[in-house]
Every structure is written in C-alpha cells, then in structure tokens.
C-alpha cells in the first residue's frame, strides 16, 4: 500500500513478554517518528530516525523500550518486561524530508498494546 | 522543554455553528501542524503553516499562525458532523527537532 503501515495492529501480552512492534513507512521517505498515545491523550514523542540514525531517544520511558531502523527503511520499537503502563497505542510516521523537512507527518493506524 | 496548550480540552457545538480550537506554545515555533484523528484511527493531516502571520484554508478549515509564531487557531465555520473528531497541534521548535503534539482538543458536533 502507499501509507505507513504498523503490524500488529492489535496486541495482549502477559506482564513480563517481550514485544516487537514493526512500522513500514512510505517508501523513500528519510524520517520516521514513533508517539505512545494513552487513552484521551495527545502522541508523546518517543524517538526519532533520519534514515538509519537515530537523531533523539529522549522520549524512550525507560531503558526497556529499544528503536532500530537498521537499512533505513522498516524500524522496530521492542519493548522488553512489558508493565501494565506500557498499554497504549503506539503511533508511527514517516515524511520525506530529512533536515530539510517541512512537510505533513505521514501515520499509520497504530499498534494498540494491552498488557494485562 | 517546549510545550504545547491546547484550549478548550473538549467541544460540544450545534451543527451549523462556527467554532474556534486555540493552540498555544511556550517557545518560538519553526512549524505548527494541525491534525485530526477519528477514535481508533491514525492522525489524518489538515494544514502546516511556517510563516508568521500565516494563514490557510481548506474547505470550511481556517488555520493561521500569529506573527510572533507562538500562537495558533483553528476555525471550523458552519460546521458538519464530519467535523467531529479529535484536534490534536504539533509543532516542532526547529528545522532538525522532534515534533511534539499538544493533548487534543475533542469536538462533539449535536445534530
């Protein structure tokens, strides 16, 4: 398809599991994004990729939350020891530009994690 | 850190009716984006504006940036159910810098 497209779209996992959540942006699109969204809140930022780099993890929560984008394309968000607080929807997006971005923020659907 | 307010948290307004969505940033901003995501769903994109003074348009959505860049307004006029939704700003503080969003305004339009 031509949008962002995030699998698994829906995921439960037992306190404790490890997951992965996979985003495939829009093909050569540079930069790519990932947002925890809470129930009734706007996306926090969680870290940030030009290509392969990643530029800012300052939104990672803790150290059990790990971001790759190793060929610059597809990226992977792992979270390790899943906690109950870690249940959210985890937004990707990708746009064109790199530092010479400007353009519209490209999303996917999603990936709703609940962890019971 | 820069943060983004967003006033009022929810609308509930009579269809037909105009309505105003404020935006608010405690810095300067290099870009201020609207977006607008259904329950369940994606962000979908409205407008970016990046110039002081700035104003755009898209069919009955009215966005413009204050001069000092500060500062941004959504208008819906003569407002649909279609309209209803989440708003949700984002901006980033510069060329190179994450983009973070604001906790969304929630617009209930009455029939």
């Known amino acids: 398809g031509a949008g962002v497209s995030q699998s698994p779209r829906y995921k439960v996992a037992k306190r404790g599991q490890d997951v992965a959540l996979r985003c495939d942006p829009i093909s050569g699109h540079v930069s790519l994004f990932w947002y925890q969204q809470a129930l009734g809140q706007g996306p926090e930022f969680l870290t940030y990729?030009?290509?392969?780099?990643?530029?800012?993890k300052s939104g990672l929560p803790s150290d059990r939350f790990f971001a790759e984008r190793p060929e610059g394309s597809v990226s992977t968000l792992k979270i390790q020891r899943t906690q109950q607080e870690d249940s959210a929807v985890y937004l990707c997006a990708s746009t064109f530009g790199g530092g010479r971005n400007t353009g519209e923020l490209f999303f996917g659907e999603g990936s709703r994690l609940t962890v019971l | 850190s820069q943060e983004l307010e967003q006033s009022p948290q929810s609308l509930i307004v009579q269809e037909g009716k105009n309505l105003t969505i404020n935006c608010t940033s405690s810095?300067?901003?290099?870009?201020l984006y609207w977006y607008k995501q259904k329950y369940g769903e994606g962000l979908i994109f409205l407008m970016m504006?990046?110039?002081?003074?700035e104003e755009k348009s898209h069919e009955k959505i009215t966005a413009k940036l204050d001069e000092k860049k500060q500062q941004s307004s959504l208008h819906i006029t003569a407002s649909q159910p279609s309209h209803a939704g989440t708003y949700l700003c984002g901006a980033r503080g510069n060329r190179d810098d994450k983009i973070i969003f604001g906790k969304g305004t929630r617009l209930h339009i009455l029939p």
């Open positions: 990729f030009q290509n392969e780099a990643q530029l800012d």
């Open positions: 504006l990046q110039k002081g003074g």
């Open positions: 810095k300067t901003l290099y870009g």
